[in-house]
């Protein structure tokens, strides 16, 4: 078992900002922006709305980043020999304490939101808040932690993708439409990819702590092949809106974002080297983003243009 290090000065900014992970809360914009797109294709659009589902959203990806940090260290996941960016509980940054009350903090702020919208959209989103939040401990937390058994992918596709597209949606447009569901499916399928890389570059010291993840399951070469599928997926759900939806050709936009997927990809299937996934895991986040964002642009665009 670690032993947390004593209390290390720190500047108090700078210890946070790498205890929330700045770089992986695009996780939290990127949904929201796809769900706010349908919504204003739909002329569902509503701004407060939006606005609090962003702010629910990156409050429970950072609460979610806080205790997987305490959960990882409290297992001994997270030791000397990890390749990926430091752990704050893990170096002594930060205490459990001060990481628990960030998490409590989060978690409060996301519950803010959520009231707000509950007193907008109704009740199901108490459901979805709860829900969210609940996975976001479960992950590596408690006592069936779904990310020690080759679950994490399917969860963060479900509650980053799906639920978090729908529910920005749902909490503007007060109804679940097909169109929405159709474009949950690619960003789920983007933000599980980060979480691939993460893990691929993690295989090794996960195995010795026991953390069975699914990269852990598939192999290193398996884990690889997941990770380009669920790209090559996103495109191609992307292209089907077009295809067999009922969306015009701009939903084909995020292809301008296909060069960003060569670097991350050509690194996870050719590279074990910490420096080298650690990049390609900031690459892959900005690839979710970015794929979002045009994503979003081709929405509004094309509602634009049929006007």
């Known amino acids: ?20 992970r ?14 706010s797109a349908v919504a204003l294709s739909d002329g569902r659009f509503a701004p ?13 990806q950072a609460g979610a980043n806080l205790a997987n940090d305490l959960s990882d260290f409290r297992r001994g996941a997270d030791t000397d020999q990890r390749l990926g960016p430091l752990r704050v509980t893990q170096q ?36 979805m808040g709860v829900a969210s939040m609940v996975a976001a401990l479960a992950y590596t937390g408690g006592p069936w932690p779904f990310g020690y058994r080759a679950l994490g992918e399917l969860f963060t596709f479900i509650f980053f993708g799906v639920i978090a597209v729908v529910g920005t949606y749902y909490v ?13 499916l690619p960003v789920g399928m983007t933000v599980t990819a980060i979480l691939v890389v993460n893990n691929v570059r993690d295989i090794e010291t996960d195995r010795a702590a026991g953390k069975r993840t699914l990269a852990v399951v598939l192999g290193r070469t398996g884990g690889r092949v997941l990770f380009v599928a669920l790209l090559v997926a996103a495109y191609l759900a992307a292209a089907a809106m077009w295809v067999f939806g009922e969306y015009p050709a701009w939903t084909l ?6 060069p960003l997927a060569v670097q991350p990809a050509e690194a996870v299937l050719s590279r074990v080297d910490g420096p080298s996934l650690n990049r390609a895991l900031r690459a892959t986040a900005r690839l979710h983003l970015v ?11 094309g509602l634009l243009t049929a006007a």
């Open 1 to 20: 078992m670690n032993q947390q290090r004593g209390p290390v000065r720190h500047d108090p900014v700078k210890t946070w900002l790498l205890a929330i």
């Open 22 to 35: 700045i770089p992986t809360l695009t996780a939290a914009v990127a949904p929201v922006a796809v769900g």
């Open 48 to 60: 407060l709305p939006a606005l609090a589902a962003l702010i629910g959203a990156l409050a429970i």
């Open 92 to 127: 002594g940054m930060l205490t459990e304490r001060a990481v628990t009350m960030g998490v409590t903090v989060s978690f409060l702020i996301a519950t803010l939101a959520g009231l707000y919208l509950t007193a907008v959209a109704g009740w199901p989103v108490v459901a």
């Open 172 to 184: 503007q447009a007060h109804e679940v439409s097909r169109g929405v569901l159709a474009a949950s």
């Open 253 to 258: 936009l995020p292809f301008l974002s296909a």
């Open 291 to 301: 794929f979002a964002l045009l994503f979003s642009c081709g929405l509004t665009i």
